[in-house]
């Protein structure tokens, strides 16, 4: 018979927040980029921002026939700013002093487009999600 005390919730692991320098452009006083901390998240809160953005379109050339569609971009800032539990992206200050009002937005704001993917990329890990060379190795092997 299986050993379900394992699945108990006082004997699953929780998963360690992570450090990651988001930015080399943001600095601490002495001058060395400010590490961000990134939280897990549920598979629950993942699955609740994914279908906040999926929009339906139309299909074109088909009246009155919509198709699903994910908000990609939308749906990983939104991912990325939820796992961040530094800098709080939930600041008023921070977001009156960007001009945005979600902490998503403010994301968008603060990194270039590359450091956004590479945070995007490192929110991702940190929830168990594989980089695609990860992926590859695997099918190799």
């Known amino acids: 018979m299986s050993n379900l005390s394992a699945f108990m919730r006082s004997n ?3 998963v360690e927040n992570v450090r990651y320098a988001a930015s080399p452009r943001i600095t601490g006083e002495d001058g060395k ?9 549920t598979a629950d809160e993942y ?6 953005c999926i929009k339906q379109v139309q299909v074109p050339g088909k009246k009155n026939q919509f198709t699903q569609q994910l908000d990609t971009h939308t749906f990983q800032a939104k991912v ?3 796992c961040t539990v530094f800098p709080d992206l939930n600041s ?4 009156n002093d960007w001009g945005v009002m979600t902490p ?5 704001k603060l990194l270039t487009a590359g450091e956004f993917d590479d945070y995007v990329t490192e929110c991702f ?3 168990g999600f594989k980089t695609e060379g990860e ?5 190799k092997n």
Do not use: F
């Open 135 to 139: 992926l590859v190795d695997e099918a």
């Open 92 to 95: 008023a200050d921070l977001q």
């Open 47 to 52: 699955s609740r921002i994914r279908s906040a």
């Open 125 to 127: 890990q940190v929830n």
């Open 80 to 82: 990325a700013a939820r």
């Open 104 to 108: 998503h937005e403010l994301l968008g």
């Open 12 to 14: 699953v692991k929780t």
């Open 33 to 41: 980029p400010i590490e961000w901390e990134i939280c897990c998240i």
